[in-house]
């Protein structure tokens, strides 16, 4: 008998780690998680904005666990992983939406310091690899999980003076499709969102260079909690053979290149 729609989109009792769940996108997909019935441990440096999440998502009836984590720290993460493992049983699902925006739109490559491109390669990439290898190794013990990174329109295109951003979140959707045709076969799907611009805490110090509504075809902006339906999808059964897979979320800004570049024509265009 075939599952029930409804049913196959139920989390309940799907543990599933999400990073960097105390704010913008990575708060509202652990809240629509918890409201499909899962449950969430939540990973991230500041504790207070993780606690007030996890005090929300527990209203829903879900359990829900606050833990301080630099996520590029391979030690801490490890900790993290043992710490859900003992305190929820398992891990079902991983979210990796830690990260930063820094470098979008900054300086000419000659200026950029060694350490600012480890600092946004490693928040970005580097801390999702990290969860990745902790999560794939208890996730092969129990014959299946389901990894969900979260890239940006940035990792499909460039920018101008956009070094560190765009590669780390273009070799986010690179890890994401070395993980599914490497975990695949061990019952671990993985897939990836790409959003598109929505407001958030973390893109307010680059909104001059993000797009503006008139380069989305819809006319608008992302709403935060329009990313927290997929990010449940993607944890639950309906998405189960979904591998590889890139959900770009940006209101059709990259379907027909509408997306600026920063660039003008410097002769006029024949033809």
Known sequence: MTEPVLQSLSLEGVVTIVTGGGSGLGKEMALAIARAGG???LAGRRIKP???VAEEARSFGPRAVARSTDVTDSAQVARLFETAVREMGRVDALVNNAGMVGGQGG???WEIADDEWREVLDANLTSAFYCSRAAARHMVERGGGKIVNVSSGFGLRGGRDNYMYACSKGAVIQLTRALATS???????????VPGYFPTEGTEASRESLPTARFIPVGRVGAPREIGAVAAFLVSRASDYMNGELLVIDGGGLAGGYAPTGHAPAIPLEI
Do not use: F, M
């Open 39 to 41: 449950d969430i441990v």
């Open 107 to 109: 300086a000419p490559i």
């Open 183 to 193: 975990l695949g076969r061990y019952g671990i799907t993985s897939n990836c969102i």
């Open 50 to 52: 993780l606690e007030d």
